[in-house]
């Protein structure tokens, strides 16, 4: 009988592989016969998974997406509302190898985005959704009334998707200084700041 390749599972290890020597050797290196050597394929093989580099940056992409999503929808909100909040904040950060090495190799990607129109439609799916992400905290703290009176909702929602994104990167690029338990806590501080009777609510 014929061999039967789950065309997706292949195409998901191809990506793993492109992801290792993106990381490894950065994106510039990451030529066809590179991938194909990580992945253990004969370039031509690799070919019939992705036809063009484009269509494997796309879907590795794609993952990281996927990942993100996965993570958002398995955490498990337990209280306070603070720390839930603060655990759906930090699914978008640098935070372990798993995280760190999506960021590292999304910003390689995003160098991209001039050249590859679908990476640039992939960069902005991931942009909004940190901007859901935070839209989503100052509504969840309005819903429970416990959010700070006076304070304009748009824009707290910029400043909380200017300061994730901000981390992200500097997470990366200082992360000699930015530690983990450093970006923990300056997510959890500003959280607090859009608080109303932070001792008694939390």
Known sequence: MPKIVDHDKQRRIVAEAALRVIRKSGLEHA???RIAEEAGLSVGSMRHYFSTQEDLFSFCMGLFVERVEERLENLKWEGPLVNDLKCMLLQFLPMDQERTLEMEVWFSFSAKTLIYPELKKLSNNMQDGMHKASQFVLDKLVAN????????IDLETEKLYALIDGLAIHGILQRDRLMPDRIESIVEQHLRTLYFDVN???
């Open 200 to 202: 008694q609510n939390m």
């Open 145 to 152: 009334k416990l959010i700070k009176p006076g304070l304009d």
């Open 31 to 33: 030529t066809v016969r």
